[in-house]
């Protein structure tokens, strides 16, 4: 059997600096970036997820920015397939995959498996069409604690999923998921965090850098091009926000707070579920630039693959 090919792998929760460290390694070791960012993926989402830059993304090759239309749907299924077909392919170019992003749903379907499980239940889904999320997410907790933990109680799809699955198998989520399997590649996994209080600063920081950079132009596009509430990208933090400043419900001050608040309580469910992850090795990215950073992953990555 051929060796396993070795995959880089750069994650941490939003705001800790992935992006501009993976381009930094990338250019180092020859690397191509599989974007693992879970609203990168959509086109016409430029501002609002902080994406790579054009001309970042012409100097090292990226994947999977700008591959789903706008209104489109994306899954971790899908993501799955996606990165066993671009590996290979990066690979056979004789160039490093890298791996970068915080979509925790995503990566965890490459690095711990995920499980197709029972088809959609249509009938299901209409009886509980009329139920607030949060009963669902109580009554997800009582047939699934492990599951209700890991998802946010705003996350009507993947909490009616988990109950569908339930209900159509008997077995949790979580269970299926825990028999799940990796990909068969050579994760080499490493995590940037920074210390609360400077996380809590680069935040509000790309916040604001957001707002100055024209998201709530951006959304207004959006909208007038058929963006509505139905669709996935529609959940992205920084579109409901502005949606409300637009329809005057809140002033931009206010549009800011919110969007902040959303964006830490997101970074801390990152955090959380990467926390558990034994493989992972952490950098403190709090004061170091990039350069930095990238020199003792490179070095690291070399010790480890030879």
């Given at each position: 059997?051929?060796?396993?090919?070795?995959?880089?792998?750069?994650?941490?929760?939003?705001?800790t600096?992935?992006?501009?460290?993976?381009?930094?390694?990338?250019?180092?070791?020859?690397?191509?970036?599989?974007?693992?960012?879970?609203?990168?993926?959509?086109?016409?989402?430029?501002?609002?997820?902080?994406?790579?830059?054009?001309?970042?993304?012409?100097?090292?090759?990226?994947?999977?920015?700008?591959?789903?239309?706008?209104?489109?749907?994306?899954?971790?299924?899908?993501?799955?397939?996606?990165?066993?077909?671009?590996?290979?392919?990066?690979?056979?170019?004789?160039?490093?995959?890298?791996?970068?992003?915080?979509?925790?749903?995503?990566?965890?379907?490459?690095?711990?498996g995920?499980?197709?499980?029972p088809?959609?239940?249509?009938?299901?889904?209409?009886?509980?069409?009329?139920?607030?999320?949060?009963?669902l997410?109580?009554?997800?907790?009582?047939?699934?604690?492990?599951?209700?933990?890991?998802?946010?109680?705003?996350?009507?799809?993947?909490?009616?999923r988990?109950?569908?699955?339930?209900?159509?198998?008997?077995?949790?989520?979580?269970?299926?998921?825990?028999?799940?399997?990796?990909?068969?590649?050579?994760?080499?996994?490493?995590?940037?965090?920074?210390?609360?209080?400077?996380?809590?600063?680069?935040?509000?920081?790309?916040?604001?850098?957001?707002?100055?950079?024209?998201?709530?132009?951006?959304?207004?596009?959006?909208?007038?091009?058929?963006?509505?509430?139905?669709?996935?990208?529609?959940?992205?933090?920084?579109?409901?926000?502005?949606?409300?400043?637009?329809?005057?419900?809140?002033?931009?001050?206010?549009?800011?707070?919110?969007i902040?608040?959303?964006?830490?309580?997101?970074?801390?469910?990152?955090?959380?579920w990467?926390?558990?992850?034994?493989?992972?090795?952490?950098?403190?990215?709090?004061?170091?630039?990039?350069?930095?950073?990238?020199?003792?992953?490179?070095?690291?990555?070399?010790?480890?693959?030879?």
């Amino acid at each position: 059997m051929p060796p396993a090919i070795s995959v880089l792998v750069l994650v941490g929760a939003t705001a800790t600096g992935k992006t501009e460290v993976g381009i930094e390694v990338a250019r180092r070791l020859d690397g191509e970036i599989v974007s693992a960012d879970s609203r990168a993926f959509f086109r016409g989402l430029d501002v609002v997820t902080a994406k790579p830059t054009s001309a970042e993304r012409g100097r090292i090759p990226h994947h999977l920015i700008n591959s789903v239309p706008t209104d489109g749907a994306y899954d971790a299924m899908a993501f799955r397939r996606d990165v066993a077909r671009l590996v290979p392919e990066i690979a056979a170019r004789g160039r490093i995959p890298i791996l970068v992003g915080g979509g925790t749903l995503y990566l965890g379907s490459v690095l711990r498996g995920i499980f197709e499980g029972p088809a959609k239940d249509p009938k299901f889904r209409k009886s509980v069409a009329g139920e607030a999320t949060h009963a669902l997410h109580r009554r997800l907790h009582e047939v699934d604690p492990d599951a209700a933990d890991a998802i946010h109680p705003n996350d009507r799809l993947r909490v009616v999923r988990a109950l569908e699955v339930h209900s159509a198998s008997g077995w949790p989520i979580s269970r299926w998921q825990a028999e799940a399997r990796p990909l068969p590649y050579d994760f080499v996994t490493f995590g940037l965090r920074r210390e609360r209080d400077d996380h809590r600063e680069a935040i509000e920081a790309r916040v604001r850098r957001m707002i100055e950079d024209g998201l709530v132009d951006e959304v207004k596009r959006l909208r007038t091009g058929g963006l509505n509430e139905a669709a996935q990208a529609h959940r992205t933090i920084g579109i409901p926000e502005a949606v409300a400043y637009l329809a005057g419900d809140s002033t931009e001050a206010e549009m800011e707070e919110a969007i902040v608040h959303e964006t830490w309580s997101l970074a801390r469910r990152q955090s959380a579920w990467f926390r558990r992850d034994r493989e992972i090795a952490w950098l403190d990215a709090t004061g170091r630039s990039v350069d930095d950073l990238a020199t003792e992953i490179v070095v690291r990555w070399r010790e480890r693959i030879g």
